[in-house]
């Protein structure tokens, strides 16, 4: 018998029955009684944050780092409005979040009522998908379905919209093993075809590459274990870009760095050269590929991601294979190793020897300054001195988060949260609240530029209510650091709004939110005053007063294709050493 | 000419590279997108199309199975090979979508549109109008003493055909219903 209880019941218990932990949210008059379930109970944790786009980046930390969907509750209206932001950026990085929002009563609905947006219609094409539950019977399967699409497939953010009558009134709850979750059922088997096609090209190769992304890690920890074992048993390079930072460990024998606009010399020149690309997960996003017509133009590509429009979107491949990493990276091994494990070592070999070469262009190395924190400098030392720790990085949107990717080893998948796809300047503090909830012990550092950290600082009252320890370690060049770069190198020098004027005292506003404030400009004191954060047990606001005009090499400058990267700046030229400026 | 004065194809200016990929010849296809019946789901597939810079060139919708409660788009769209490719994975991966039929690709498929003309005029030009209308097997559906409305069904060529036929004739209104289309044989 299915039991009676009223909608707001039922989102607590469909919850519960989903095995959530925490929800991250902000009451308001259209979910006012789903907040009254949330007070009687104890199973959920209810995390307050200070404004609801803070709500979904944490989510979406919690659900990066933990590999579960994450779950956010606002109200209606201007609640739905601040989450956009939020989900958008969900959508772009396939991070699975289970958003539910309050809304005006059915019978208000579409007659401007107080806090009514249309919430719906508004993050229609910002979700993977989205429900209005008019009816009560609808609201425990419609959660179940939720969690389901979220999930399964590509992942993504859904938003199940619960007007406040819906919410009242009563109905039968209908637990998760009798919903129905639709006819949604993305393949996850590759082609046989493809796979055995695949295998027999890695068996020539000469200059092959893996070029991983997200979906390795999307896929789970089989999928990074897969790619360990692929790396180790072919012998061929691997980068990845951004969102798959970790899959394969910064440490490994066949790591190049990462790829793309700021990816390593290597990496790119890997990819423009390279005679077989396999594509695992990864969707060749415009900061990947540069020019379109120019990239990579003499490789055979395969490609393996579960959403079939990522294949062919951009650049053609001649092997597509749609499915699961996890599932057709099992597939691929074991055909390739039935057919005699055989690689070209000979080629291979020139091929390493190639890339050893470009590895010696040294291309993250820069100036350093006995005067001012380089940015590039404060992240060795964050990285030297962090390293043995149980430690997660999440990020801003800038420069910060290039030389964050550049300068931190990650030896683990979900160990990096940052905003890839959507580049959501503000994303960093609430995600790294978002993380440190689900993982209460470990070190959770957010690598941060000032101009970003203060989209969303509000958030530092969240972490200090619920005493989360994170580390805000702010690179602070009191400019928009990536904007100026751009400025300089491509618009003359004209500054335009690039910098502030106003920026506030962070060590003073850290003890206003009533946490610990840091500031560090000098070299020489770098060390200790980093020591001195990991040493205090809770939240820390780090002002690192770094180089104001350093810029972020290596770059491949937009629409160029990787071999057209700049190594470095005029002032830079002395460091590098290696065939000036711009290397072609 | 652009008050901003990028060059096509310049690159340094922007953050993204400018010229378009997709300088193919386009091409014309038919397909057909079953769906649920669900709220919201026509928004969904015209927002995939409005949102991604598709085009719509017709569209017609209703539901075809109410005890499965499935819905049948049918949309006629231009692109090139490489963005009707992309048009179907989109539609594809989308969730209340249950399948999506490239009529145009597949093999022969049979389209039929339905029109309505209102037709007005007197005496020479309205027993032409009433002729031509034979001649295309449309009927006569409402008549005064001064119009005529005529229904008449086949392919949107034939619709066109048949409205440059009566605008000189004294065309004062047509509504189409846009191409409902189905592949040939028992499969």
Redesign the interface.
């Known amino acids: 018998m299915d039991e009676i209880m009223t909608g707001a019941e039922m989102v607590v218990q469909a919850l519960k029955d989903q095995g959530v932990e925490v929800v991250f949210g902000y009451p308001g008059g259209a979910v006012l009684p789903i907040y009254d379930e949330i007070f009687k109970q104890n199973a959920i944790r209810h995390i307050l944050v200070r404004h609801e786009q803070g709500a979904v980046h944490a989510a979406e930390g919690y659900a990066r780092s933990t590999g579960k969907p994450g779950v956010v509750l606002v109200t209606s209206g201007p609640g739905a409005t601040n989450a956009v932001t939020g989900i958008t950026d969900a959508l772009m990085d396939s991070i699975p979040l289970v958003v539910l929002t309050g809304q005006v009563p059915t019978f208000m609905i579409g007659n401007d009522a107080f806090q009514e947006a249309d919430t719906v219609g508004i993050t229609r094409p910002c979700t993977k998908h989205n429900w209005l539950v008019k009816d009560t019977d609808r609201v425990a399967e419609t959660i179940h379905e939720a969690f389901h699409v979220a999930t399964t497939g590509r992942p993504g953010p859904v938003v199940v919209d619960l007007p406040k009558d819906v919410q009242f009134a009563s109905g039968s709850y209908v637990p998760p093993s009798r919903a129905r979750t639709g006819h949604y059922a993305p393949r996850v088997k590759g082609d046989p075809e493809a796979i055995a096609r695949l295998a027999e090209m890695m068996e020539t190769a000469e200059r092959p590459i893996l070029y991983t992304g997200g979906g390795v890690i999307n896929s789970g920890p089989e999928a990074t274990r897969l790619l360990r074992e692929l790396a180790a048993a072919t012998g061929f390079p691997v980068t990845s870009t951004l969102m798959g930072l970790g899959a394969y460990p910064a440490s490994g024998d066949s790591w190049l760095g990462m790829l793309g606009m700021h990816g390593t010399y290597e990496a790119n020149l890997a990819m423009h050269g390279c005679d077989l690309m396999i594509n695992i997960g990864a969707r060749f996003d415009d900061r990947i590929t540069g020019r379109i017509a120019d990239f990579s133009p003499h490789s055979q590509k395969a490609h393996i991601d579960i959403d079939p429009s990522s294949i062919n979107k951009s650049i053609r491949v001649d092997v597509p294979i749609v499915g699961d990493v996890a599932n057709v990276l099992g597939d691929l091994l074991r055909v390739w190793k039935e057919r005699g494990g055989r690689v070209n070592h000979e080629a291979l070999t020139r091929w390493w020897a190639q890339i050893a070469a470009w590895k010696a262009v040294d291309c993250l190395a820069y100036r350093q300054s006995e005067r001012t924190i380089k940015p590039q400098y404060a992240l060795q030392r964050l990285e030297a001195l962090t390293r043995g720790h149980d430690r997660y990085v999440c990020t801003e949107v800038g420069q910060h988060q290039m030389w964050a990717a550049q300068f931190m080893g990650f030896e683990e998948p979900n160990r990096w949260m940052t905003s890839g796809g959507l580049g959501t300047m503000g994303y960093g503090l609430p995600a790294s609240i978002g993380v440190q909830i689900a993982h209460p012990d470990a070190l959770v550092i957010n690598v941060a530029g000032e101009a970003s950290w203060l989209m969303n600082m509000q958030e530092m009252g969240t972490a200090v209510q619920f005493r989360a320890p994170v580390k805000q370690f702010i690179l602070n060049n009191e400019r928009l650091g990536m904007v100026r770069q751009w400025q300089e190198l491509l618009h003359g020098e004209r500054y335009s709004h690039s910098w502030s004027e106003a920026l506030p005292d962070f060590v003073k506003l850290a003890e206003a939110f009533g946490c610990k404030g840091i500031l560090c400009s000098d070299p020489a004191d770098l060390d200790d005053a980093i020591a001195e954060m990991l040493a205090y047990d809770g939240p820390v606001v780090f002002d690192c007063v770094v180089e104001k005009h350093e810029n972020c090499f290596p770059m491949i400058p937009s629409g160029e294709p990787h071999n057209k990267m700049l190594l470095g700046d005029d002032k830079t030229r002395d460091a590098i050493q290696k065939g000036g400026a711009v290397l072609v | 000419m652009s008050s901003l004065q990028i060059k096509k194809g ?10 378009d ?1 997709n300088a193919q010849p386009v091409e014309r296809h038919t397909l057909a997108v079953i769906v ?1 019946n669900e ?2 789901v026509l ?2 597939v015209i ?1 995939l199309f409005s ?1 991604r810079g598709y085009n719509i060139d017709s569209l017609t919708v209703a539901e075809v199975d109410h005890a499965g409660h499935r819905s049948r788009i049918t949309i006629v769209t231009t692109g090139t090979p ?1 963005v009707i ?2 048009i179907h ?2 539609l ?5 979508v ?1 399948a999506v039929h490239d009529l145009t690709a597949e093999g022969p498929a049979v389209e039929r549109e339905l029109a309505l003309f209102k037709v007005g005029g007197q005496g020479e030009k309205r027993v032409e109008a009433l002729r031509l209308a034979d001649i295309f097997r449309a009927n006569v559906v409402d008549s005064t003493l001064d119009s005529f409305v005529f229904e008449i069904t086949g392919t949107a060529q034939k619709v066109d055909a048949f409205a440059d036929l009566m605008r000189p004739l004294g065309l004062i209104e047509m509504a189409r219903t846009g191409v409902a289309a189905l592949a040939r044989g028992a499969a």
């Open positions: 310049a690159s340094r200016h922007s953050a993204y590279d400018l010229r990929p649920d709220a919201g928004a969904r927002g949102g490489a490719d992309q994975a989109q594809e991966r989308m969730v209340p249950y």
